[in-house]
């Protein structure tokens, strides 16, 4: 895993944009995996201005993370929305290639198998992004999620409701159910980058980062993950023993090497 800590927001949105970028002047067709939250926000901001400039998405596909189960369509929280709203909808790709599990289908694990396939089908992620729990979630992956997991319906944690209550009007309103690509799904795209901001995630993080790898705190499994890159703001990284390791290694890291 790659630790790298930035002064914020902007930062860490140029950066992972800077990733994606790079990605697909490599690989125009790329499948991009795409989160949603609001760390991921400052991504989707900084890709909007630069295909104003000229970044060009045209062959890309996109594969959501996960989705609230039961939300009337068109509900402007519901992840297939959001993703339209803060991200697709800025940029050229075409909505054909935008995928996302459906949350208000009647048989949910048909729905899921078919989406591990559409993803197989599209020769995998090339980069995902995720954003993190305070539980230490990544997806909607909660503590005690299989390492092994794959694309499934799961029950939230009441910290998460509570803290994607802002979403809504009230913690009535949040889902308690929701549709998520498992850890095994997640560790089969090729590259990973995580996204935290905010003293409220320096727990998660230090816990995903410097602890055992352990069920209890699923974004541990990225320490399995060949290709793990975590972006983090001073608050997100202000629980980790070795941030000034990483700090250096990041700083004399040869200008060449991308993330
Ligand atoms: N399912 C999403 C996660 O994918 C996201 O990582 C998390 C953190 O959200 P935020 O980035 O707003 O803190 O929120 C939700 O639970």
């Known amino acids: 895993m790659e630790i790298v800590i930035l002064g914020g927001r902007r930062q860490i949105g140029r950066l992972a944009a800077d990733a994606i970028e790079q990605l697909l002047r490599r690989k125009p067709e790329a499948v991009l995996g795409l989160a949603t939250g609001s ?16 970044l060009d998405f045209s062959r890309a596909s996109a594969f959501a993370l996960d989705e609230y189960v039961g939300l009337p369509a068109g509900h402007p929280e519901s ?23 459906d949350g208000r289908v009647d048989d949910i694990p048909a729905a899921c198998e078919a989406y591990e396939q559409a993803i197989a089908a599209a020769g995998g992620v090339d980069l995902q992004l995720l954003g993190l729990g305070t539980d230490g979630h990544i997806g909607f992956n909660e503590p005690g999620s299989s390492f092994a997991s794959r694309t499934r319906i799961k029950s939230l944690v009441e910290q998460t409701r509570r803290d994607n209550a802002r979403f809504f009007n009230s913690l009535s309103e949040v889902p308690h159910h929701v549709i998520t690509q498992g850890l095994g799904t997640i560790m089969g795209a090729r590259h990973v980058i995580l996204l ?64």
């Open 39 to 54: 760390s991921p926000l400052p991504v989707y901001d900084e890709l909007a201005a630069r295909h104003e400039q000229g």
């Open 79 to 101: 992840y297939r929305e959001v993703v339209r709203r803060e991200f697709t909808n800025r940029v050229n790709i075409a909505p054909e290639n935008v995928h996302g599990p």
């Open 196 to 259: 935290a901001t905010g003293a409220q995630k320096a727990q998660a993080v230090r816990d995903f980062v410097e602890g055992p790898v352990a069920a209890i705190c699923p974004a541990s499994v990225l320490q399995f993950h060949p290709h793990a890159t975590v972006l983090l703001d001073e608050a997100a990284a202000s629980g980790l023993k070795l941030a000034d390791f990483y700090r250096h290694t990041y700083e004399n890291k040869p200008a060449w090497q991308g993330l």
